[in-house]
């Protein structure tokens, strides 16, 4: 049975950090396409980073782009998103997700891009950022 699971969030002020985990359990993420998504309050789910299988190259939505970083450690089976400089608008529940499809969670980031329901969902963790 496979399970992601996600870990690290929390509560931080404006411009603080936290490292979020996702952790699989019955497949191997470095064969697959990882995504971080978010769901704000009251708003739709969107597409946060994510990070290829063979050549790991990440993407990052605009409003992302450096202050957060996905990297994965295969040894631990493990994808991170590093977020710095955190935003109020930054508060959401934020999932990690993957798809068998290795082409479907990047085609999220890319130019009209849409958010499909991947094979595999985290229940996701929450983050919020306020002073």
């Known amino acids: 049975q496979v399970q992601l699971v996600e870990s690290g969030g929390g509560l931080v002020q404006p411009g603080g950090s936290l490292r979020l985990s996702c952790t699989a359990s019955g497949l191997t993420l470095e064969s697959y396409t990882i995504g971080w998504f978010r769901q704000p309050p009251g708003k739709e789910r969107e597409g946060v980073a994510c990070?290829?299988?063979?050549?790991?190259?990440?993407y990052y939505t605009d409003s992302v782009q450096g202050r957060f970083t996905i990297s994965r450690d295969n040894a631990k089976n493990t994808v991170y998103l590093q977020m710095n400089g955190l935003k109020p608008e930054d508060t959401a529940v934020y999932y990690c997700?993957?798809?068998?499809?290795?082409?479907?969670?990047?085609?999220?980031?890319?130019?009209?891009?849409?958010?499909?329901?991947?094979?595999?969902w985290g229940r996701g963790t929450q983050v919020t950022v306020s002073s």
């Open positions: 997700a993957t798809d068998r499809n290795l082409g479907a969670v990047l085609a999220a980031f890319l130019p009209g891009g849409h958010i499909y329901a991947y094979d595999y």
């Open positions: 990070i290829t299988t063979h050549l790991s190259t990440t």
